[in-house]
């Protein structure tokens, strides 16, 4: 069995759903289950409603926006009479419903119910339109399948239950599921975080023994550059899962860091290609690496944190301190990328993911001095060497370098 991987730019618009048949066509095997992410954008404008709803503003003309626009993809798939239209309608008044009806103030948990429903709106469409179209396939809701905790927002795989439900599926047909969610022993929709989509299709590839893993992009395969900061740039036509995992530590956005280990654990192949030129090999992940020239990798993350620290009384940092540091980071569910430290200060770059970044600081201002700058880039470089070690971009300023053996990492601000 094969799985397929769509993220929301294959689908953001009817002509990119229409696209979707291309793919199915060039890649002919029915049994396969294509896992697909919110339609474009929704999963941002369905976090803007959560945030609406804790702020206590309305929400309503929000959410009716996000309607009109799946109708308005919809009108161009399928004749008016089509159930769709019913069930796309009767989706979205029990989101306006629960809305009104949630009265919990667990930020986390709302999140997951909201914004996870984006998922089981596109699947539908996408499923309705290819059925429509002549390629028969199965609507899964992958809640019913993948288990988990309730951690919401980073939700934990309960395997045991999730690799014995997965197993129930008949690997002779053609099933269209969601990523990103799943649910807890209470049938509450839990999320993987952003991008997890990735993650949701190498859970299905590990408990079903998956022949292969296809993740479709709107890029050619895994670059060595991010191509909305970077002119040149190289098309990897292999990488191992290793050098990928780095790849997606340090920010690139092409997989999801927790991906690969289910796939490493079976030795899956996993292909990055372009649904857009559906033809092209793309970048092949797996155990082997056939590339035999070591490429410089630059990679982009924005809006970071960068927290500078240093002690109240004039004195070195000692390992209880670090220890107080990393503690409560660990604590807020904090991501760090850099750290930098002297006797007398410690630099941590860090990404506040879960909003927590206030209380984190309230927290460390208790016992350090501490300085923050926002919004900074963090540049990484991968495999560096003399020809591209003085790295220099116009209009921005900066702040901090780090050189190790194998990569050295800028933090910049804009002048």
Known sequence: MKIYKFGGSSIKNYKRIKN?????????????????????????????????????????????????????IINNLFIKNNFIF???????NELIFLLKKKKSIKYHFIYDQIVGSGELISTKIVSEYLNLIGFTNFWLDCRNYIKTDNSYREAHVNWQQTKKKIKKINKNFFYITQGFIGADNNYFTTTFGREGSDYTASIFSFCLNAESQTTWKDVPGILNADPIFFFKKKIFKSLSYKETLELSYYGASVIHPKTLYP??????????RSFIFPKKKGTLVSATYINNVITSCFIVKKQQKLIFFSKKKFSFFLEKDISFIFKYISYYKMNFFLIQNSPISISICIEDKFNNLYFL?????????????????????????????????????????????????WILKLN
């Not at 049994?31 to 369905?46: F, H, Q």
């Not at 019913?86 to 979205?92: A, Q």
């Not at 350090?368 to 921005?396: C, D, E, G, R, S």
């Open 263 to 272: 796939l490493k654990e079976k030795k899956i192949p996993l292909y990055i």
């Open 86 to 92: 019913k069930y796309i309608k009767y989706f979205f």
């Open 361 to 409: 600081i309230k927290k460390f201002k208790k016992k350090f001095i501490i300085k923050l700058l926002n919004n900074v880039y963090l540049y990484t470089l991968l495999h560096y060497n003399v020809n591209n070690i003085n790295f220099k971009i116009k209009k921005y300023k900066l702040i901090l370098r780090q050189i190790n053996s194998d990569y050295i990492q």
């Open 20 to 72: 979707l048949s291309k793919v199915i066509k060039i890649n002919k095997n029915n049994n396969k289950i294509m896992v697909l992410s919110a339609i474009g954008k929704n999963t941002n404008k369905l976090e803007k409603v959560v945030n609406n709803f804790f702020i206590k503003k309305n929400t309503y003309i929000q959410v009716l926006n996000i309607y009109k626009n799946h109708i308005k």
